[in-house]
């Protein structure tokens, strides 16, 4: 009987390492995903405070960049 138990443990165990092993390689198994290189991006300097955004970030008024929209409603800073 004891045997008979251990049979089916070990053929449970196959099964279940064999599922596994299944779903481990549907998932992509260790390959890595290729990086997309980072493209660089223009860092400018607000006209109000001078903080230093990226351009996406920021507002612009003309040729004049602004970190945010208070600070273009604001206008140049002084000195």
């Not at 995903?33 to 507002?59: D, T």
């Amino acid at each position: 009987m004891r045997n008979l138990l251990i049979v089916i443990l070990v053929f449970i165990g196959i099964w279940w390492a064999r599922g596994a092993l299944r779903r481990f390689k549907a998932q992509g198994g260790l390959r890595r995903k290729e990086a997309r290189p980072v493209s660089a991006e223009r860092m400018l300097e607000c006209r109000h405070c001078g903080l230093i955004v990226p351009e996406s970030e920021g507002v612009r008024a003309g040729e004049d960049f602004y970190c945010c929209e208070a600070h273009r409603s604001a206008g140049r800073r002084a000195g």
